[in-house]
């Protein structure tokens, strides 16, 4: 019986992406405060709601493509893609966190694949979608790969994170992927 009751929950579980909203705050709370999540972030752990609140108003909110990952109904993390301007207006930065209780469920990794599928068409100016990942983070870069990203090359103390210069593996995926059409 707790076997079909943990089949059940598994096909139940729902993922979405959101924009996000001053409500998600205690949702986001939950995971800006954890340092096991914000170790390879570029942001430091958040210490209060204040600050939260004043970076989802001032730069989540008005962001061209910032999302909430949602699992059944609860923001449990966020995904963007920041486009670049002029020469390399072709190509896009993909950054996501995601809460630690979410971690290695496969979560990630769906979120990715739902916004390539669906960035390329939101914005058909963009060819390219790439991400940088401490040379560290090995979750994360089994989230690209298994998204469908290319492993490019690795950056030498390409990133300050933390106060400390980090070698960063980037990653890309173009719109003329053959996986790509659906």
């Not at 949602?70 to 966190?97: F, H, K, Q």
Request: proline share 3%; charged share 25%; with cysteine.
């Amino acid at each position: 019986m707790a076997e079909n009751t943990t089949e059940n929950h598994k096909r139940s579980s729902k993922i979405s992406l959101r924009p996000i909203q001053l409500s998600h705050i205690d949702d986001f709370m939950v995971w800006a405060t954890d340092d096991r999540v914000s170790q390879y972030c570029i942001w430091d752990t958040y210490t209060s709601k204040v600050q939260a609140l004043d970076f989802i108003k001032n730069n989540a909110m008005p962001h061209p493509w910032f999302r909430v990952i949602c699992v059944e109904n609860r923001a449990v993390g966020s995904i963007s893609v920041s486009p670049n301007s002029g020469n390399d207006s072709c190509r896009g930065e993909l950054g996501y966190v995601l809460a630690y209780e979410h971690w290695g469920k496969g979560v990630a990794t769906k979120v990715v694949k739902m916004v390539v599928s669906s960035i390329f068409r939101e914005w058909p100016h963009l060819e390219r979608l790439e991400a940088y990942v401490d040379a560290n983070n090995k979750g994360s870069q089994r989230v690209l790969e298994k998204a469908g990203f290319i492993r490019e090359a690795v950056l030498r103390k390409h990133r300050i994170i933390k106060g400390i210069s980090r070698d960063m593996v980037v990653f890309s995926i173009l719109s003329s992927d053959q996986h790509l059409d659906s």
